[in-house]
């Protein structure tokens, strides 16, 4: 309180006092006087001074304050409006409150916001490094895509910028935030435009991460494929190694066959024989007999002049092959040489030993091969040519259908030259055909008869 308070507080307690010992005086001598005022009686009389007494300290202290005190004079004279005010101004204050805890907990919630834009922001920048270090080495592993690589860089520049301009956005998101706490008039406007811009950077976010995991998937499938191409690069250096290797052992062997030395020559078949193992000690002694035939055979191809053993093979081969032909079927067993050989050539002659099953390949009747002359055209050495041709195709088609054994024989060969005499005086085309004569195996020979074939019946044939 002021000391002008204190002493405008005194002056009026003074002023009433002096008053009413004033009036009091007044009034007692107007009651021993017995005054009369207004025609009232005298009892009456000093009753009106003294209320005309109290009015008057009323009137005096009230006139005192309205004219010492300002704030006084205005809360008087305008009270109903002040109290008016003063209801408005606490609404004002209330909803200021509610307004002010809605904005506590608006910015509780951007800040949440912000720290996992945050850690977004991190976890991209992680994975920016490691697509850093996915296209360093993509670029050491293969050179062919340095232009996916650069375009995968520059993409990567763009998410580094992109992710920039979202860390600019969020410290521009922080200064609305304190702009928020000091400017309360606009705070839904704020709120809710602070709200659209977190809601789109989020889905900025969401989608760059997309983004780099693309990229992500896209460097992995390009390591696969170049890994994928270093293995096939490295079995075709593989294959081109092996492929040059066999060139040159060919063009050796084409070289000792033209200087006419060449004795044995690469995969020739040194002996051979169909097996059927019986006993258990058959296969064995089977093996070993066409192993002594081999080495007899490799020994006069040479002509060494002696009567050792030459042939050498694995024991390991040997015992592999024993186990395989025990079941009692019947096998083609056959010894070749493992390379080339020339005459007089002192050295072992290394062999490799292979069995397939002896199955029937083509069965009696079986066409072989076949093809349509007309023997009336054809000169003389084109239809020798015609004959040739078929026996050609037919041993083709016998190699291709499992016969090893590359020696085709003619049936009725007596008889051969009078078939042709007669088909060489046929007037109109006919289907020349060669059929198997009897069952034949894998072990061969392919033994075949010619006939000719006219609307799908037998017209001429060699044993005719």
């Given amino acids: 309180m002021s000391d002008v308070g204190l002493i405008l507080i005194l002056v009026v307690l003074v002023l009433g006092g002096v008053i009413a010992t004033v009036g009091d005086r007044l009034g007692t001598r107007v009651g021993k006087a017995r005054l009369s005022l207004f025609n009232l009686r005298p ?85 920016l490094k490691r697509i850093n270090a996915d296209l360093k080495t993509s670029v050491d592993r293969q050179r ?19 992710l920039v301009a979202v860390s600019d956005q969020a410290l521009k998101l922080r200064g609305e935030i304190d702009q928020l706490q000091s400017e309360q008039k606009t705070l839904t406007e704020q709120r809710d435009q602070v709200k659209a811009q977190i809601a789109e950077r989020d889905q900025e976010i ?40 066999a060139v040159q052992q060919f063009e050796r062997a084409v070289q000792q066959i033209r200087s006419g030395d060449l004795a044995i020559y690469r995969t020739q078949v040194l002996s051979s024989g169909v097996v059927r193992v019986v006993e258990s000690d058959g296969a064995k002694a089977a093996v070993d007999q066409l192993l002594q035939y081999a080495n007899r055979a490799a020994l006069e ?20 092959l024993i186990r395989q032909i025990r079941d009692g079927k019947d096998y083609l067993v056959r010894v070749q040489a493992r390379a080339n050989y020339v005459k007089g050539e002192n050295r072992p002659v290394f062999v490799y030993i292979n069995a397939v099953p ?50 085709v024989q003619i049936e009725k060969l007596l008889t051969l030259g009078s078939f042709i005499d007669q088909l060489r005086r046929y007037p109109t085309a006919v289907e020349l055909r060669a059929v198997a004569s009897n069952d034949t195996y894998t072990a061969g020979p392919l033994k075949i008869e010619l006939v000719a074939v006219q609307n799908g019946q037998v017209v001429l044939r060699a044993s005719s």
Avoid: C, H, Y
């Fill in 43 to 127: 009892k009456q009389t000093a009753v009106v001074v003294t209320i005309l007494t109290g009015t008057l300290i009323s009137a005096t202290t009230l006139g005192v304050l309205l004219l010492a005190s300002k704030t006084f004079r205005e809360m008087l004279l305008n009270f109903g409006r002040i109290q008016t005010e003063l209801r408005d101004r606490g609404r004002d204050l209330e909803k200021t409150a509610a307004d002010l805890k809605a904005t506590d907990a608006q910015k509780t919630q951007v800040e949440k916001q912000l720290t996992e834009a945050r850690s977004e922001r991190a976890q991209v920048e992680e994975q």
């Fill in 358 to 407: 002896n199955r029937v390949v083509f069965l009696a009747g079986d066409t072989v091969a076949s093809q349509t002359i007309d023997p009336s055209k054809l000169s003389p050495q084109d239809f020798q040519k015609s004959i040739q041709d078929l026996l050609a195709a037919s041993t083709s088609r016998a190699r291709v259908a499992g016969v090893l054994n590359d020696n």
């Fill in 144 to 162: 062919e895509t340095n232009a996916q690589l650069r375009t995968t860089e520059a993409q990567r520049d763009l998410t580094r910028s992109q």
């Fill in 301 to 320: 191809s040479l002509q060494l002049g002696r009567n050792d053993q030459v042939v050498q093979i694995p024991i390991s081969e040997v015992e592999d």
């Fill in 206 to 245: 969401a989608e760059r991460t997309s983004l780099i995991e693309q990229r992500d998937r896209d460097i992995s499938d390009r390591d696969r494929v170049i890994a994928q191409r270093e293995e096939d690069l490295k079995k075709l250096e593989t294959q081109r190694a092996t492929l040059t290797e």
